[in-house]
């Protein structure tokens, strides 16, 4: 069984930072890619940011400048470092991972239970 486990969302004010970590657990061979996606009520899913095994990170045209994805691979965690938020970022926060279980020959799809990020004055 793989669990991803997120931390680090809340109430921050406008132009204000918040920094989201997913730590990956379980039963783990590799991890392929991570990434964190965001959903409003009533709206799809989207990918805010990925990152892949060997570091390279692709961004949302909203999220670019302002947020930073990265990994640490030893502890099989990802962080997302969120600065300059705007109101319009306001969003349930999901992590993602392309995870390759111990036994498995190809990777699966794992989530985490989503954090909650609210940009407010």
């Known amino acids: 069984q793989v669990q991803l486990v997120e931390s680090g969302g809340g109430l921050v004010q406008p132009g204000g930072s918040l920094r989201l970590s997913c730590a990956a657990s379980?039963?783990?061979?590799?991890?392929?890619?991570m990434a964190w996606y965001r959903q409003d009520p009533g709206k799809e899913r989207e990918l805010v940011a990925r990152?892949?095994?060997?570091?390279?990170?692709n961004y949302a045209d909203s999220v670019k400048g302002r947020f930073t994805i990265s990994r640490d691979n030893a502890k099989n965690t990802v962080y997302l470092q969120m600065d300059g938020l705007k109101p319009e970022d306001t969003a349930v926060y999901y992590c993602n991972g392309r995870i390759t279980r111990s036994g498995a020959i190809y990777w699966s799809v794992y989530w985490g239970q989503g954090t909650q990020v609210t940009v407010s004055s």
């Open positions: 379980g039963s783990i061979l590799s991890i392929n890619s």
């Open positions: 990152i892949s095994s060997g570091g390279t990170t």
